[in-house]
């Protein structure tokens, strides 16, 4: 097994650009999430899904959408890209909702200038 | 919002020494995981805990979630350079989203 693949892994946009970081499994798990990591902030939830067609927000989804067309991929989109969202995004996945380990991908490091 | 307090921030310890994080909430807790995040990284299942009062070892980490189950710490007995990276602490909030304190980062001197 993959795992939990990203890609890219490094980006730089233009303020004003949009684009799609990628994600995908093959553990067959109905839960996966997105977050950002930034210095000093931990890692912040941005948007999640249950299942297949099911997304939801997290703590910080302006600026972010999302879809979950099926079970393996869970793309992120950013809109119109702004030197705010400079900073390095992880996917992760698990089997379910609720009390089970996460799966993190490699992350991709995206640069807004 | 489910916020959980984690510190310290940073650790800088000397290599042998003891280092511990400590995760607190406001609220009583259904479970806490704890990562691990190597340099460069990406975060990494460690354990978690489920009982009030539980304690887990893995090797010379330990892990303990308190009787009231709003708090948690992570004990490294004589930490070693491969010990370095930051570790989080990560719980369920009541609408199913898993939220992550804030880390503390450990470097190890040799």
């Known amino acids: 097994n993959a795992g939990v693949t990203q890609t890219p892994k490094f980006q730089v946009l233009k303020t004003g650009q949009s684009m799609t970081l990628q994600c995908a499994q093959d553990m067959n798990h109905e839960y996966m999430s997105w977050y950002r990591q930034d210095p000093g902030m931990g890692l912040r939830l941005i948007h999640y899904?249950?299942?297949?067609?099911?997304?939801d927000q997290g703590e910080v989804p302006n600026g972010y959408n999302v879809s979950r067309s099926t079970t393996e991929d869970f793309p992120l989109r950013l809109l119109s890209a702004a030197p705010s969202q400079t900073s390095v995004y992880f996917c992760a996945s698990s089997y379910s909702q609720g009390s089970y380990e996460q799966y993190f991908g490699p992350g991709t490091r995206l640069t807004v200038t | 919002g489910q916020q959980v307090m984690q510190i310290p921030q940073y650790q800088h310890v000397q290599e042998g020494e003891d280092f511990t994080t400590y995760c607190n909430s406001s609220?009583?807790?259904?479970?806490i995981q704890w990562y691990k995040q190597r340099p460069g990284g990406h975060p990494v299942f460690l354990i978690q805990?489920?009982?009030?009062?539980e304690v887990k070892k893995q090797k010379r980490l330990t892990f303990q979630f308190g009787e009231a189950k709003k708090n948690s710490s992570l004990h490294i007995t004589a930490t070693q350079t491969t010990d370095v990276g930051t570790y989080f602490c990560?719980?369920?909030?009541?609408?199913?989203?898993?939220?992550f304190g804030q880390g503390t980062e450990l470097s190890v001197k040799p």
């Open positions: 805990l489920v009982k009030s009062g």
């Open positions: 609220t009583t807790l259904s479970n």
């Open positions: 899904s249950v299942g297949a067609g099911i997304t």
């Open positions: 990560a719980v369920y909030n009541q609408g199913g989203k898993l939220i």
